[in-house]
Each structure stands twice: as structure tokens, then as C-alpha cells.
């Protein structure tokens, strides 16, 4: 296995710690990872985004959404109790399934709706006000000015005297 060596990225940056955990996850995550449940994920505009995830068969109380620590975990469990039954084919699956979405910073989940066999699931980039860019005015130190004045006024003195 490769390893991507991420020493020029800190010698020019700060803070980009989190984006090195993620490469190195998604570097070392198994490589035949699960399709199902199929899922797409929307841009709806600059700040917010629909996760589609395809869950046909599973009820409401059989899905489970959290949230820690930056990673959007979405679940399906299929109850047990119902009863047997006897397929000719069986192309809908029925199985448990865990699905991980890592979050940006400040992106959070809003809310979540089954319809339609799809779980839609909303997120929100809200960028706290202290993170947003701001314009730093330049002052003027007085005491530069007041300076050149005594420098004036030093310089006239020592002109009287000359004379």
C-alpha cells in the first residue's frame, strides 16, 4: 500500500489536521466497500445539500440517523418477527446496512423525511460569523506624526541660533 507523505501541505498551513485524518482514512478503507443502500448526494445551493439514501422496505422506526463528531452515520435495521415467506426471486434486499458520510466543518443536519422508498436527509454549511472574512482597517500612529513636528520645530531652533 502507498502512503501520500502530507509534509509540504503543513509546512505552508495550519489547521489542516482533520483533512489529513480524512485522506488517511479514506486511503486505508476497504477497498470493496458496500454499495447498498444506493444513495446520491445534492447541491442544492452554495450552503445546503440533500443526502438521498435508497431504503425500499424499511419502515421509519427501522432507520436510525446520528451525528458525532463530524460523521453522519445512517442505519437500517429490518425486524426480525415478520413472518417467513417464500420468494421466486428476491431482488429487494432486506438486510441491515450502516452508511458513514464524513461533514465539512460548521456543516450540520437540519432534518430528515422518508418518502417514496427514500430517505432525504438535509445539511446546512452555516459559517459562524467569527469565521467569515472581515476587513482589518489600518490605523495611523499619531505619535509618527508628533515626532516629525518636534523634528520641525528642533530644526527651526537650531536655524535661529545659526543666524
Known amino acids: 500500500m502507498n502512503t ?9 498551513s495550519v489547521g489542516f489536521d482533520r483533512l489529513a485524518s480524512l485522506i488517511d482514512n479514506a486511503l486505508t478503507t476497504e477497498t470493496k466497500a458496500s454499495t447498498y443502500p444506493p444513495y446520491n448526494i445534492e447541491v442544492l445551493d ?19 440517523i446520528q451525528v ?7 442505519s437500517g435495521n429490518k425486524n426480525q418477527a415478520q ?10 434486499p432486506n438486510r441491515t446496512f450502516e452508511r458513514k458520510f464524513n ?3 460548521y456543516v450540520e443536519v437540519t432534518g430528515a423525511e ?3 422508498g427514500l430517505l432525504n436527509i438535509s ?13 482589518i482597517s489600518i490605523s495611523q ?20 541660533k545659526a543666524a
Open 4 to 12: 501520500i507523505d502530507l509534509t509540504p501541505l503543513y509546512r505552508n
Open 46 to 64: 452554495e450552503n445546503s445539500y440533500t443526502i438521498s439514501l435508497a431504503v425500499a422496505g424499511f419502515a421509519q422506526d427501522e432507520l436510525d
Open 68 to 74: 458525532e463528531k463530524g460523521v453522519l452515520s445512517v
Open 83 to 92: 413472518e417467513e415467506r417464500k420468494y421466486l426471486h428476491q431482488g429487494i
Open 103 to 105: 461533514l465539512a466543518d
Open 114 to 116: 422518508l418518502s417514496n
Open 123 to 135: 445539511l446546512v454549511k452555516e459559517i459562524p460569523d467569527t469565521m467569515k472574512p472581515k476587513k
Open 141 to 160: 500612529n499619531d505619535n509618527a506624526l508628533e515626532h516629525h513636528k518636534e523634528e520641525k520645530v528642533i530644526n527651526e531652533k537650531n536655524k535661529d
